[in-house]
């Protein structure tokens, strides 16, 4: 996988994706792709990324890749600052049995992509 910018529902970049898992702009690893499924490194799913948009567990879209589709309008996006180096991640866990993925919405969620990922 390309290094992906995603940016959140004001198109601000808030995190990037490289090989797999999710950094936010300091270099720290927040989370992995397990198929569309995201997963933290305590192992909890998270919720998923499909067509260019981050997805909580009720499906509305918590950030967007450039060229996202099927989801909320996005805004246009910032020019992104270059992404850090960023750190080795840690062994990811068995990710869990994920749950049925809701009907994704054309909205934005409530929660920020810093929530999204705190969880």
């Given amino acids: 996988m390309d290094e992906l910018i995603i940016f959140d529902s004001s198109g601000i970049a808030k995190v990037?994706?490289?090989?797999?898992v999710f950094y936010d702009y300091r270099g720290r690893p927040l989370a992995f792709?397990?198929?569309?499924?995201?997963?933290s490194?305590?192992?909890k799913h998270l919720g998923w990324?499909?067509?260019?948009?981050?997805?909580?567990?009720q499906g509305d879209a918590v950030g967007f890749t450039e060229g996202?589709?099927?989801?909320?309008?996005?805004?246009?996006?910032?020019?992104?600052?270059?992404?850090?180096?960023?750190?080795i991640p840690p062994i990811p866990p068995i990710p869990p049995i994920p749950p049925i993925p809701p009907i994704f919405s054309f909205s934005?969620?409530?929660?920020?992509?810093g929530q999204f990922f705190a969880r």
Avoid: H, K, M
């Fill in 16 to 20: 990037f994706v490289s090989e797999g």
């Fill in 108 to 113: 934005w969620s409530s929660i920020t992509l």
């Fill in 49 to 57: 990324f499909q067509d260019g948009y981050v997805r909580d567990a």
């Fill in 68 to 87: 996202a589709q099927g989801g909320p309008i996005t805004p246009v996006p910032a020019i992104p600052p270059i992404p850090p180096i960023p750190a």
């Fill in 33 to 39: 792709l397990d198929d569309e499924n995201i997963v």
């Fill in 41 to 43: 490194y305590s192992g």
